[in-house]
């Protein structure tokens, strides 16, 4: 799993076995570059799936069940950020539909057909739903003001599920990552510096995909069995807000 999720824009389904676990990646991508292809174990699965075309929800976790048997836990890691940053007077209509089409709509009905589908299994272990939030949730980012929205709505989402399907023995985590290494953030990579340099994260560096996977495998795993509803920030106290 921590390999795995270096694969942005990425959705996982983890299926449960004592201490193994078997992962089920997929992505709305037609194919992955050969440096992510190698990234993926093999014991690992890939699918390809356009996740915000919910109508292929449903097939797709089929297909999975019907191979590989029932997932217990979905990782919802599927994430835009904005085409273009900028004035947020200057947001594009394309761009705004694009991001919440896919880091919220799409997220909300796979976790709907993820949770019915764990529902109409009579007998059946503990699960989870784990969204992958981000620190914009809370943290202004002005130039890129649909991101922001998009996860605003992811933490309310996760909160809500959560309360649905307590009862039903599915967890339902939020993780909010902050300035973490990846292809996202790259286009701000001195942005980023300057911020650290000025003290703006108190671990003084940048987050690593690996800090994500594992925090990720410590939730898929049940380790916090009575916990759910809460969010977890891993960025280095960027959430402090010091003054």
């Not at 449903?58 to 900028?86: F, K, M, W, Y």
């Not at 991001?99 to 709907?112: E, H, K, S, V, Y």
């Not at 809500?160 to 039903?168: G, H, I, K, N």
């Amino acid at each position: 799993m921590l390999r795995s999720l270096r694969v942005q824009g990425a959705v996982l389904v983890v299926r449960l076995r004592t201490r193994l676990a078997r992962r089920i990646l997929w992505s709305p991508r037609v194919s992955l570059e050969t440096q992510e292809q190698e990234a993926i174990p093999t014991t690992d699965r890939y699918y390809r799936c356009d996740v915000s075309d919910i109508g292929q929800h449903d097939a797709l976790l089929a297909t999975i069940a019907g191979e590989l048997g029932e997932p217990s836990c979905l990782v919802n890691n599927a994430g835009v950020t904005s085409l273009q940053r900028g004035d947020i007077l200057d947001l594009k209509p394309e761009s705004y539909d694009r991001t919440l089409n896919i880091n919220l709509r799409a997220g909300f009905f796979l976790t709907q057909s993820f949770a019915k589908r764990r529902l109409s299994i009579t007998e059946r272990r503990p699960g989870s739903i784990i969204f992958i939030g981000s620190a914009n949730a809370e943290i202004v980012g002005e130039n890129r003001g649909d991101y922001c929205i998009s996860k605003a709505g992811v933490a309310m989402m996760a909160k809500l599920f959560a309360s649905r399907l307590a009862t039903e023995s599915i967890a339902v985590y939020e993780i909010r990552p902050g300035v973490i290494r990846t292809g996202m953030t790259a286009a701000a990579k001195h942005r980023y510096d300057d911020l650290i340099a000025a003290g703006g994260i108190p671990m003084a560096r940048w987050g690593e995909p690996e800090e994500i996977g594992r925090t990720v495998t410590i939730l898929a795993r049940g380790e916090l069995p009575y916990a759910t509803g809460i969010h977890i920030d891993v960025g280095g106290g960027l959430q402090l807000y010091r003054v």
